[in-house]
């Protein structure tokens, strides 16, 4: 019997429960074929903690994420609860957990797969090959500055302040080069260097670090050509890293290579293997109780999980592989399929994901 990994379970809001009782499913399964051990502790964050203890982000939450070995997460928020500035903040909610729990890299694969070509809205031979990985910097930037608001002669003011220090900048670049090192060995630094000093900060350090993995290929893309870039030409990036802000818009853009922002998976790491995965997606409040969200993205981050923080890429492989098997298959949740009145339903999609998986 192999030793029990503790694993802490976020469901949070709107379509998170959905799509992470999908993914539990699939740890099971993953318990019976291989004969590993989980034990999931159950905690409360984002809207549905503010209703019931009036913080997003409860200490005994934070405690039960810091004795677990990894954090599996749905997706927090919802229009009930959003426009109320205090939630907002950055010590609490999202940007909160990030910073407690030191997870400053947010690694964001995008793969098409060839069956799904035609859920994308651009051409099959763009998208040809197109396998990439968004590696963004989690805990600084614009996100974590000071914001304020003041009185200015033309009415209101608001600020919010950017900065990056060379320690922020140096961690997370030197991840991207680690990981470039083990994909095909291709890094695009993205930022607007032309514009932002934080930005001709980030390039330095970029250039320096550059000289430790000299058999990485180095390519600097101001972010307004990224985006351009990433509908021309995907299949010519292989990782990109780049800022908060940036990496968050990016990758919203990278998922619709994918066909659908519910096919998109994400590991919130830092220094070790310790780890927080969630899919990109959001709460999505508009499908949210129809038992229609895609519950790919999740479990495909459940997969990342067991690569990144467990070591156990039997268990990964199997799940990618059942997802793969699914789809080639034909079976399509609405926000993937092409004909919707075929679509499956969360729960269906999730089960056969199970029975696909091979040991
Ligand atoms: N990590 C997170 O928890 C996270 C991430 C992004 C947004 N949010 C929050 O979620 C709330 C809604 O945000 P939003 O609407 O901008 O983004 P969203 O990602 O929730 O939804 C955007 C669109 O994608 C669709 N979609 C998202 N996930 C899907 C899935 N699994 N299957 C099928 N369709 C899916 C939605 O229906 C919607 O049309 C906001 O409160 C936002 O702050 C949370
Ligand atoms: C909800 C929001 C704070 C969050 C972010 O901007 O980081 C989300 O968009 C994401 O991509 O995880
Ligand atoms: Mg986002």
């Not at 940007?95 to 799904?116: H, Q, T």
């Not at 500055?145 to 140096?170: L, W």
């Not at 853009?253 to 919130?268: H, R």
């Not at 969200?293 to 923080?309: D, E, G, K």
Request: glycine share 8%; proline share 4%.
């Amino acid at each position: 019997m192999s030793e029990v990994k503790k694993i802490a379970v976020i469901s949070g809001d709107g379509i998170g429960p959905e799509v992470v009782a999908e993914a539990e499913k699939v740890l099971k399964r993953t318990e019976e074929l291989f004969g590993y051990s989980f034990e999931t502790e159950h905690a409360l964050f984002g809207g549905i903690a503010i209703d019931q203890l009036g913080t997003p982000l409860p200490q005994n939450t934070l405690d039960i994420c810091k004795k677990a070995d990894a954090v599996l997460l749905g997706a927090v928020g919802g229009p009930k609860w959003d426009n109320n500035p205090s939630d907002l903040r950055p010590e609490t909610g999202l940007l909160g957990i990030r910073k407690e729990l030191g997870l400053f890299s947010n690694l964001r694969p995008a793969v098409v797969f060839d069956c799904l070509k035609d859920a994308s809205t651009l051409k099959p031979e763009v998208l040809e090959g197109t396998d990439l990985m968004v590696v963004r910097e989690l805990t600084g930037g614009i996100y974590f500055g000071e914001k304020f608001r003041r009185q200015s002669p033309n009415g209101e003011e608001a600020v919010d302040t950017c900065s990056y220090n060379v320690m922020e900048v140096e961690r997370i670049v030197r991840q991207a080069f680690e990981i470039a090192q083990k994909r095909r060995k291709k890094l695009a630094s993205v930022d607007k260097a032309n514009v932002l000093e934080t930005s001709r900060l980030w390039r330095e350090v970029v250039n320096r670090v550059a000289a430790d993995y000299p058999d990485v290929e180095l390519e600097h893309v101001l972010v307004d050509n990224c985006a351009m870039q990433l509908l021309r030409r995907p299949s010519s990036f292989d990782v990109i890293v780049t800022e908060n802000m940036f990496g968050d818009i990016l990758s919203d853009e990278a998922a619709m290579l994918t066909g659908s922002i519910g096919m998109l998976s994400s590991a919130s790491m830092g220094e070790g293997s310790y780890g927080l995965f969630e899919p990109v997606h959001g709460s999505a409040p508009d499908i949210a109780g129809q038992g229609i969200a895609n519950p790919i993205a999740t479990i495909l981050s459940l997969a990342l999980m067991f690569r990144l923080t467990f070591n156990y890429a039997d268990a990964a492989d199997s799940i990618e592989a059942a997802v793969s098997e699914v789809l080639n298959a034909g079976h399509r949740t609405s926000d993937i399929a092409v004909d919707k009145s075929k679509a499956i339903s969360t729960s269906q999609m999730g089960d056969l994901i199970l029975a696909a998986m091979k040991k």
